[in-house]
Structures are given as structure tokens and as C-alpha cells.
């Protein structure tokens, strides 16, 4: 299934050529990472040396990781409204450059109320809402503007894309932890939201050269109309077991919303949407051969490759939950370690916030890298680096990286002293199963999506971040429990080692599932004709 785009104020691009308007979009990534990496890096940091004072200091650490978690949930939710906002009404362009002001606004607010738990709470809820919405459309906007003469530019463009995010958090790591120990919270914040601001203006300087892909009419074939076809038509000797499932996820939600006081309010409301869309999602495809007739085929096997989609996606969400902790759990163990490292004879001290400079860096060498040498090797040896197998591979790493932390956390529980460099060797398994995942992730998602659900589409994509940090929350409120504690106790590992083994378990069993589900996977094209 294809579609034809209107492409306003903008020149075609033909014979395979590069899209001029792309340096706008990559140079607008590139502050907006900056900016957004650098209050996130230095986030956790200061909530356990400033902002939670209040908080007991044994459970001061706890409870930065449950904001930081919760932070991050609204960054990769929010990608919901922007995508439908996008695709219904106002299209791209203007929902990112309306969304960045947003944006702006909550980096501000960061920077002036560095003593208010309220106001410093309320920028982060506005840059998750200023972020999240505009994270699913930056990269299906580049995706707009290739079509079929040049899309095989795309994936160069999307590693670029990836690259440029990379070099900004890189900058950001090392600098704002430095900010923030020299010169105090209001500059350290204060710089990230200069960068964002700076993001907005590129991003507008480029208004009349991009492809402008118009939102798309109301549609009586649309995605949820063919699903509520699908839910609730009759067949003739036949009961309707999808709407049944359908309706156990509504009874989720009100199951979730009981429990509520007991888990947590943000963890039940998320739990609950989780439950919801996954009955209903299961539901949907069990019937969807009774919308046929009712709906046109392109339609209904649209829905469909959406919902193959959504499997894809929740197979990933084990990666997230261990890839986000990077941020909030590994700097809570490498403030356990010791800072200095010895280099060639050369004795410097390295904050534990800094170690996240090792992501982007790795990052930026690895794409080359991986383009250059490792798949067209892999290629030439008859191994054929496919976007599902990539994918698989970079969630067993990050396994692997767990495994790895996991042990030198029982190091440190055991009294031992532990160098902060042996942190090095996880972050860069790490960094391989991220690039692996999710800069495939990216181009994947796009290229899979049906034309009048890209921005949607890339939003179903992040909110699987979500879930990733809600099996974070889910896990750290679990071991709260004192019957929890006790058997973990038993096992001879402390409770910090045991979720660090658990999640390189968690993934593991995802990656063996993915495998197995990608054998079955049919690829499809859904690039402008």
C-alpha cells in the first residue's frame, strides 16, 4: 500500500538525490538531544543531593529513581497525542515547532525553581509533554521528505539522525555534570533550555523548504474504525471470543484502578492502558476477516500490519527497561565506586554522572563502524543483517550488559573496592544492543507503517518506552515488599544485584521471543510513491 503526498512550498527531489531541507532537521536534532540529555543526565544526581532532602537518605536513592522513571514514562506517553495531533490536524511541522515552546517553557521552569519541589515538578511534567510530543514526528518528518526515487538515502539519513542525537548527549554528559557541581542547578538547567531554544529557531528557519505532508481527512476506514468493525461484527454460527478479550481489558483497567492506592497511581493508570491495548489489539485480530466487506482489503490489511506492529514493539519494551536505567540505577552503583581512574599514567577523577558520555561516544563509532565493516562483512559470509535480526541481537546484548553490572554490584556488595572504569564494559554492550534497536528501531518503524498512521504509528513505537520504565517501577515497588525482600535475601545476592540479574533474564527471554517471532515477520513497504 502506497500513498501519494501533497508537497507544499517545496521541490521535488528526483533522481535519487539527497533532500536539501535535511540539514535543518538534523542540525534541530542535534540542539533539541543536547538540551534534553543534558537536563536528563544530571537529573538523578540532583534529586538525591538537592531536590529530596526531605527524604529520608536510605531511601533518598529509591525515590530518584521512581522520579526519574516516572519522568521518563511521560516523556515516551506523550508521543500519542503528538502523533494523533499530527496526523488529524495540523501536521508535523506545526505540531513540533508549537510542542517546542512547550518544550522551552518546562526547561525554564527547571531552571528557576531549583528549590520547589512543586515548580521544578511541573518543568518536567512540560518537558515531558513538550518532548513526547513532538518525539514521533521528528523522525517520520525526515522520513516525509523521501520518496521511492530516494528512499535508499533514507537509511543513511536515519543513521545520521541517530549520529547527530548521539553527539549532542555526548557534549551534554560531559558537560553538564561539571554545570552542575561548579556552578549550581539554575546554569546547569539553565544551558539545556538555551539549546532548545536555539532548536526552535533552526527548526523554523527551514519552514519553506520542507515536504509538508498534509494531515490526513477524516477516514470512515480508519485504523480504530475498522478494529470496532472488526470487535463487534456478527458472524453466522460463529461467537465473538475477540470482543470478549476486548472486554477483559476494560475490566484491566478498572482492576488497575483499584489497586491504584496499593501500586501507585501512575503505575495503574499505565498498567491499565498497557492491558487495554493489548486485549484489544488481540481481540481485533482474532476477527479482523469479519471487517472485510464493511471496509475496503487495503484497509483492513493495514490494520493488520499495524497490528503485527504492535507485537514487534511490545517484545521490545524488556530493552527499554534496562537500557533507561543507565540513567537513574548504574549512577546510583557508580557512586559506590571509586572515582578515580588511573589512564596511562594519567590520575583523573570521573563523576559518576560522566559515565553516560560513553553511550553517545560508543554510539557515534559503532554506526560507521557497523555500515562499513561489520554488516557488509556479515553480508559476504551469507549472515544477512536484517532489521528483525539486528534487533534481536541488540536486546540479547544488553542482556549481556546486565549480567555484567550485575556482577560487579556483587563486588561491591561484598565490600570490595570497584574502579568506576569497570563500568566500561557494560556500557559498551549496552550501547551495541541500542544501536542495534533502536537506531533500526527508527527506520523500521517507518517503513512498516501505513501512510495515514506514520506519526501514530512512531508514537506506538516510544510509548513502548514506556512500558519499558513501567517494568522498571513495577519491579522496584515488588521489592518493597518485605516477603519479596526475604527471598531475595535467601538467594545470597543482595536486592540491588538480584534486579540487575533479573532484568538481564527479563531480556534474554524478549530476545528469544523476538527471534522467533521475526522468522515470521513479513516485511512491507510503505515509502511515498
Known sequence: MTSTATEAKSEPTSGGRMPRQIPYIIANEGCERFSFYGMRNILTPFLISSLLVFVAQDQRASEAKHVFHAFMMGVYFFPLLGGWLADRYFGKYNTIFWFSLIYCAGHACLAIFEHSVQGFYFGLFLIAFGSGGIKPLVASFVGDQFDKTNKSKAKVVFDAFYWIINFGSFFASVSMPILLRDYGPSVAFGVPGILMFIATIILWSGKKKYVHVPPAPADPHSFLRVVRTALFAKQPGAGRPGLFI????????????????????????????????????????????????????????????????????????????????????????????????????????????????????????????????????????????????????????????????????????????????????????????????????????????????????????????????????????????????????????????????????????????????????????????
Not at 543507565?326 to 557512586?335: F, G, L, P
Not at 581512574?341 to 559503532?366: C, I, R, S, Y
Not at 533502536?438 to 516510544?462: D, H, N, R
Open 246 to 529: 476486548a472486554a477483559a481489558g476494560v475490566l484491566g483497567v478498572l482492576a488497575s484502578v483499584v489497586k491504584a492506592p496499593e501500586w501507585g497511581y501512575l503505575i495503574a493508570i499505565c498498567t491499565g492502558l498497557v492491558l487495554l491495548l493489548a486485549c484489544v489489539g488481540i481481540g481485533a485480530s482474532m476477527q479482523l476477516e469479519r471487517a472485510r466487506g464493511v471496509h475496503p482489503d487495503v484497509a483492513v490489511d493495514g490494520v493488520r500490519s499495524v497490528l503485527r506492529l504492535l507485537i514487534v514493539f511490545g517484545l521490545v519494551t524488556p530493552f527499554w527497561s534496562l537500557f533507561d536505567q543507565k540513567a537513574s540505577t548504574w549512577i546510583v552503583q557508580a557512586n559506590t565506586m571509586s572515582t578515580e581512574v588511573d589512564l596511562f599514567g594519567w590520575t583523573f577523577e570521573v563523576l559518576p554522572a560522566q559515565m553516560q558520555a560513553l553511550n553517545p561516544l560508543l554510539v557515534m563509532l559503532l554506526i560507521p563502524f557497523n555500515n562499513l565493516v561489520l554488516f557488509p562483512l556479515l553480508n559476504k559470509i551469507g549472515l544477512v543483517p536484517t532489521a528483525l535480526r539486528r534487533m534481536t541481537a541488540g536486546i540479547a546484548f544488553s542482556a549481556l550488559a546486565w549480567i555484567v553490572v550485575g556482577h560487579l554490584q556483587v563486588q561491591l556488595d561484598g565490600g570490595d573496592a570497584v574502579s568506576i572504569a569497570w563500568q566500561i564494559l557494560p556500557y559498551a554492550l549496552l550501547t551495541l544492543g541500542e544501536v542495534l534497536v533502536s537506531a533500526t528501531g527508527l527506520e523500521f518503524a517507518y517503513s512498516q507503517a501505513p501512510s495515514s498512521m506514520k506519526g501514530v504509528i512512531m508514537a506506538l513505537w516510544y510509548l513502548a518506552v514506556t512500558v519499558g520504565n513501567l517494568w522498571v517501577l513495577i519491579v522496584n515497588q515488588g521489592v518493597k515488599n518485605e516477603t519479596v525482600i526475604a527471598r531475595i535475601e535467601n538467594s545470597g545476592v543482595g536486592v540491588i544485584a538480584f534486579q540487575m540479574y533479573f532484568f538481564a533474564g527479563f531480556a534474554m527471554l524478549a530476545a528469544l521471543a523476538f527471534g522467533l517471532y521475526a522468522k515470521r515477520y513479513k516485511m512491507v513497504d510503505h515509502y511515498r510513491a
